[in-house]
């Protein structure tokens, strides 16, 4: 078996209403914006993964990455892996594409990927995980939802350009609802952007500061209180924080996820396998187990993201919930989740896991062409034909008969 053909759409769905991202301080974002890809074997199986973009910036990456895959086995993770990696070295970060060689590796096996790898069946208990800076009436309304419904707990942002503005929000908020509920909050000091709004990115005074005047108000976890390379001041913060600190999520795989674990810097990692992939993302989670450290997948991308990271939340054990992305009247399931068949919904907090072979995403092709364009497409054929065009023919034969020799070797 072998892919013979790559594609790749932009995917734009509208929102209701400008949904405003604590990551991204007063900037409105109006659409869900992802890449979709699909890859074809010789025998008709179809895997898929999706990759956050911000617009169409990935417009010339297939023609950097089909040269990379086509002919390959899909099984052969490792060297899809290892291929992802050579495709990376000119700055792409494409290991969330991995997805789609273990969507057809575990559709070969005939079992669901968390199967595959070894996961429970059991439903994976979710927490409800808000996206704009915390209002506390309005965010209070939230939790008090969340808990209604069965979640695990929820999580509250603070992006605010004064130390007294994000405690007021968490002390307020938290002064409104059940004081035993769990709640979490997430600074967002990770990766600081300031395209907009300029709000000053935490520095370790800073979050010691956030740390002793919350440390009485129950909370579950603090999220990326200080910059995602700080590893070393976010060591320090962990010895006398009384509060666990989670992070690791944007990081650039386990060569950086095993930073954290060398210095002691995080309570919860937290690797979204859109971003790490599944090899890195796998690794990680064997090192966090070793250590007996917590283990909860990041899934604010996209419901091909969510439905994604399910599978690897399986594997681990159910002691943390897994993020629910959902802030309501913009970043709403149905927005969320809109070239899915229908939104993936918790019941009673649970999410059940798939039973049909490979990620079983339920894609909704209609809605591909909807909310999609197709940019990219090529076969075994056309690859051919731009080599023979690009190199010329002689070499193209050339090249050729080097590659066949060295796949019989």
């Not at 004081?179 to 600081?192: R, Y």
Request: glycine fraction near 8%.
């Amino acid at each position: 078996m072998k892919i013979v053909k790559v594609e790749l759409h932009h995917i734009s769905i509208p929102l209701k209403k400008a949904f405003y991202s604590s990551w991204i301080p007063g900037y409105p974002q109006t659409h869900n914006r992802f890449t979709l890809l699909r890859l074809t074997t010789d025998d008709d199986r179809e895997g898929l993964a999706a990759g956050v973009a911000f617009g169409d910036e990935r417009e010339g990456l297939g023609g950097l990455l089909a040269p990379y895959i086509l002919g390959i086995d899909p099984c052969d993770t490792e060297l899809a892996h290892q291929r992802m990696r050579e495709a990376s070295y000119l700055g792409w970060r494409n290991f969330w594409m991995e997805a789609a060689f273990f969507d057809i590796k575990a559709q070969v096996a005939d079992v669901p990927v968390w199967k595959m790898l070894g996961g429970s069946d059991e439903p994976l208990p979710v927490y409800w995980s808000t996206g704009s800076v915390c209002e506390p009436k309005r965010h209070a309304k939230i939790v008090e939802q969340a808990q209604s419904e069965g979640y695990s707990g929820t999580k509250l942002r603070v992006k605010s350009k004064s130390l007294e503005d994000d405690v007021s929000s968490i002390r307020k908020t938290r002064a409104l609802v059940d004081a035993e509920f769990p709640l979490m909050v997430d600074s967002n000091s990770g990766w600081p952007v300031t395209i907009v709004d300029n709000i000053p990115a935490w520095d370790l005074e800073r979050a010691q500061a956030f740390v002793e005047e919350v440390s009485d108000q129950n909370l579950w976890w603090l999220e990326e209180p200080l910059d995602m390379h700080a590893y070393e001041e976010m060591a320090e913060l962990r010895k006398v924080s009384p509060i666990k600190l989670a992070g690791a999520e944007l990081n650039a795989g386990w060569n950086e996820a095993r930073i954290f674990l060398h210095f002691e810097s995080l309570d919860i990692y937290q690797p979204d396998v859109t971003v790490f992939g599944f090899k890195d993302t796998l690794k990680t989670l064997s090192a966090v187990q070793e250590r007996d450290l917590g283990f909860s997948p990041h899934t604010w991308t996209n419901g091909v993201g969510l439905w994604t990271n399910m599978h690897v939340a399986a594997v681990a054990d159910r002691n943390l919930p897994l993020e629910y992305p959902h802030e309501p009247g913009s970043w709403t399931p149905e927005f969320r989740d809109g070239i899915l068949r229908s939104p993936i919904v918790p019941k009673d907090g649970f999410l059940e896991l798939p039973d049909d072979p490979g990620l079983g995403i339920p894609i909704d092709w209609d809605r591909v062409k909807q909310f999609g364009t197709k940019f990219f497409s090529m076969t075994e054929g056309d690859l051919r034909k731009k080599v023979m065009k690009e190199k010329g023919i002689v070499t193209a034969l050339k090249l050729k008969r080097r590659k066949d020799k060295e796949a019989n070797e």
